[in-house]
């Protein structure tokens, strides 16, 4: 089950698109550990896909395919690495809709710059089974657009500043007051 997004229409669909090739451009296009050779070639024309007609769900559904077999070997605290642990099942879903869900922000936050609104509104876009305390104070909150764009673009593919999105399941976006 993916997010839902309040504002998701063909104004904020070209400027995800827009956010996606500025950072395609500038080479700074998250692709994750977690992605096969082959996904992180294609994953970038998966995402604009999903971007032009599709959501999170969708994009999930692409991934799913393309993930590596396995995650990264994670560093012990005795310093050596562990044997790569199995690919999460839900790996594709955490990454799909993490990033589609930035882009989306990123837009919201134009859309509104455009519009001379100064703050976006966090909402819960997904229900989830254990919400996260600090999640749950961030739902209401109205945060400034151009610190939020800037904070996301600033940080792709890792925890922001402003924490939005609060970390992989979190299930909370934006949208326009």
Known sequence: ??????????????????EIEKDAIANTLFLSDNLSPQGRN???????????????????????????????????????????????SNAHEMLAEGEFNRFYIRAICLRA?????????????????????ESVAKIGQAVSVQALLDDLRA?????????????PNSGLSVHLP
């Open 113 to 133: 710059i455009q519009d001379g609104i100064a703050q976006v509104i966090v909402y819960r876009a997904k229900q989830v089974e254990h919400e996260r305390p």
């Open 1 to 18: 089950m993916g997010l839902t997004y309040r504002n998701l229409d063909e104004r904020t669909r070209t400027l995800m698109l827009a």
């Open 155 to 167: 940080h792709p593919g890792v925890d922001t500043a402003l924490g939005l999105p609060p970390g």
């Open 42 to 88: 294609s994953y970038p024309n998966l995402l604009r896909n999903a971007a032009r007609i599709g959501n999170d769900v969708t994009l999930a559904v692409e991934i799913k395919s393309r993930l590596n077999t396995h995650e990264k070997p994670r560093q012990l605290k005795s310093g050596g690495f562990s044997k790569p642990p199995v690919m999460r």
